[in-house]
């Protein structure tokens, strides 16, 4: 009778215990994505909380803008010093030449760039997430995984967080070093000399400290939520890093060829 009513206590407190059993606080989900990101995971599977890490996502985006613009005021200088030196002329200037309206101008794409840059860091994080866990969402189906939707968007917007958190100390150690290179990732070891001109240089820039981090903690979730076993787990991640790295480079090499294919470079 006593190891029967001893069993059942084990029982109980292992339900209490039990990874996801709990809701777990927004202050808990922020620790657990560094110090214990597979219970987060179990506990996202069983409540696929969005709103809390979105309002979070959007709260380090506003928080960082203004870091988040000298970095871009550096990525114009980086575009302008390659365009002179690719093409004899700075296309990045677009107020070069200009008449009288050339600071209105100048103005004007500075109001343009502060308002876009709001609404990608209210909008971006959702559409992101969103059709992020919808590729994920195909690729587990495929490998008959039992994920949800609304599962996968939760874990992808925590994922997200920690994106951010690595975005803005990356950008942050730009605007110290006054140089357009992402000291976190593979291209500040093996090609600290390259630019965004060049394919191998972007191809090394996605490759940082916090991307590798946010691969595995898309892998523990897509593992855990689908019950995969890890060589699913890292086909479905493997896959979805490859989309990313492909849209990371297009999106820096697009430029140079647009300025290739409008004849700068003749």
Known sequence: M??????????????????????MSIVQRIISIFIAPGELMHNIKAHPVVLAPL????????????????????????????????YGIDLMNLAAGANEYGDDLTGALGVVTL???????????????????L???????????????????SMYLHVY??????????ISLMVMTDNYLD???????????????????NVLSGISVFIIWATILTYLGVKI?????GVKAWIVTGI?????LAIHVGTFMSTFLIWDAMGMGM
């Open 183 to 201: 000291m976190t990732s593979l291209a500040a070891i093996i090609m600290p000399d390259g630019n965004i001109s060049m394919f191998s240089f």
């Open 240 to 244: 979805s890093f490859l989309g990313w």
């Open 135 to 153: 590729v994920l969402l195909v690729l587990s189906k495929i490998l008959r995984g039992q994920a949800k939707l609304g599962q996968l968007f």
């Open 115 to 133: 308002v876009t840059t709001i609404a990608a860091t209210i909008i971006g994080p959702a559409l992101i997430s969103f059709i992020t866990a």
């Open 55 to 86: 309002i979070l996502c959007i709260a380090i985006g506003l928080l960082s803008m203004p870091v988040t613009l000298q970095g871009q005021d550096l990525l114009n200088r980086e575009l302008s010093n390659i365009s002179i030196e690719r």
């Open 225 to 229: 939520i689908n019950d995969f076993s």
């Open 2 to 23: 006593n190891d029967q009513m001893n069993e059942q206590h084990h029982e109980e407190l292992t339900r209490v215990v039990a990874p996801g059993a709990r809701k």
């Open 161 to 170: 967080v920690l994106s951010l958190i690595g975005s803005l100390i990356s």
